[in-house]
């Protein structure tokens, strides 16, 4: 059993403790990029998750800043881009569906919807501000 002093060192790196009310420790990093069963819709997501359609990129998936292309190994420390599709229900009331949030590119699980649409699941709390795009 994890002590309360270890559980509090753990999030606050950011990271789960190994057990999660007795269940084992789970790899999220093996679901990236993994495309949804084109039978099934998402109607929803549980807890404190969003579901963000990543908006920085192009088509070919380039991640473009200020007219540049940002360089593949610089990408992984960068704050990318998401529109908020859907919401769970223990999200606050600071983000809503349509919103454009910032998050770290390290963080949540990336995926690819059946329309070749690039998603992302994250945890609210990793979410850090609601932004709009500049006209």
């Known amino acids: 059993m994890a002590t309360l002093s270890k559980i509090i060192a753990e999030e606050a790196r950011g990271s789960l403790p190994q057990e999660n009310r007795g269940l084992p420790a789970f790899d999220l990093l093996e679901m990236q990029g993994v495309e949804i069963p084109m039978e099934y819709d998402i109607i929803s997501v549980l ?3 969003l ?7 192009t088509k070919d998936g380039q991640v473009m800043r200020n007219g540049i292309i940002v360089p593949q190994e610089m990408q992984t420390k960068m704050w990318r881009v998401g529109k908020v599709l859907l919401k769970g229900p223990q999200c606050s009331e600071h983000v809503n569906a349509g919103d454009y ?3 770290p590119s390290d963080k949540g699980i990336p ?3 059946h329309e070749k649409k690039k998603l992302v ?6 979410m850090f501000c609601v932004c709009k795009p500049r006209k």
């Open 121 to 126: 699941f994250l945890n609210e709390a990793r």
């Open 101 to 103: 949030i910032m998050y």
């Open 111 to 113: 995926m690819i919807s």
């Open 51 to 57: 579901m963000c359609e990543i908006v920085d990129e």
């Open 47 to 49: 807890g404190d998750i």
